[in-house]
């Protein structure tokens, strides 16, 4: 399925930018292809592997700019192709990005069960109906795992279609760089983000949420960072986790990683963790490109303003 018109051709190719959408079957990817239909991308659903060498082709010539692309599980058969084709693409100086969208399988079974749509892998197993579709998912993870190494991983257990637009419309408009560095918040008691490279658990330190005057407020507000900016254990912490990055980010990036998220896990992710994000992602902003992410806080925020 085409999504968004076609440019009008221009009779000579020009750069091509590629945004590759790919992941869990229910995990967003449809919502995610509309977001880089609003940002300007020409859009392609579900197209089938052997075709991506031809269709790039095909947009070069026409004089696309940008093309967003997703392909899933439905082409099972020929996934293996993709990640020689990708090799191909960025060996001919195609710019490309890989978003993978996941989800936990709690997440993906309650999804498909309110939808009541079948996995599309869900014939390749013999089971009841709920064991099926459980074990379709983790067929679905193995097939696609190749996949997901390479791309930037986005977790929408919890993030509401808004959210999730608003965050790959992030990533694809951030600068082209060989690593961008993701900081993200998160509670422990809602779960780890499947999408995070690195978990720092900073439970132990001093909480401002026994503050009266600061509870109601994040990591964000000034009187909160006054007061964690105050606390040796707190800055021991960032220093800590500052050492552990810098010490091994080059090396990721030499090893092609082009995506890396650091998830800073509190109890109720809004006060220690936010702070902890925003004082580490200021930090590595001089080196590195960086984008911050507040789980519960952007959570919050889209069902206040839903």
């Known amino acids: 399925m085409r999504v968004g018109a076609p440019p009008a051709p221009t009779g000579e190719a020009r750069a091509l930018e590629i945004a590759l959408i790919t992941g869990m079957s229910g995990s967003g990817k449809s919502v995610a292809l509309h977001a880089l239909e609003d940002a300007g991308y020409y859009c392609v659903d579900n197209l089938p592997p052997e075709l991506l060498l031809p269709f790039v082709a095909l947009e070069q010539r026409n004089g696309t ?14 996934l293996p192709l993709l990640p020689q084709q990708l090799a191909v693409l960025r060996a001919q100086g195609v710019c490309l990005q890989m978003l993978f969208l996941d989800a936990s399988t709690d997440t993906l079974v309650r999804r498909y069960s309110e939808t009541r749509r079948s996995h599309p892998l869900t014939r390749t197993v013999a089971a009841d109906q709920e064991r099926a579709l459980v074990q379709a998912i983790e067929l679905e993870r193995e097939l696609l795992s190749e996949l997901r190494e390479q791309a930037h991983v986005i977790d929408s257990s919890i993030m509401r279609a808004a959210q999730l637009q608003a965050y790959v419309k ?46 109601p407020l994040t990591g964000r507000d000034a009187p909160v960072a006054d007061f964690l900016r105050a ?27 082009s995506y890396v998220t650091v998830g800073i896990g509190c109890t109720g992710g809004q006060h220690r963790s936010v702070y902890l994000t925003e004082q580490l992602a200021a930090a590595f902003s001089r080196k590195w490109v960086t984008l911050t992410r507040h789980r519960e806080l952007d959570a919050q925020s889209a069902v206040v303003n839903s």
């Open 65 to 78: 700019s940008r093309v967003g692309i997703a392909m899933d599980v439905r082409s099972a058969a020929s």
């Open 170 to 215: 992030a990533v694809i408009s951030a600068p082209s760089t060989p690593l961008l560095l993701v900081f993200q918040s998160f509670a422990f008691k809602r779960g780890v983000p499947v999408d995070a490279d690195f978990v720092f658990d900073v439970r132990m330190l001093p909480n401002p949420h026994y503050e009266p005057a600061l509870r």
């Open 231 to 257: 606390q040796e254990e707190v800055t021991r912490m960032f220093e800590d986790i500052s050492r552990f990055l810098s010490g091994w980010l080059d090396t990721l990036a030499r090893d092609r990683r």
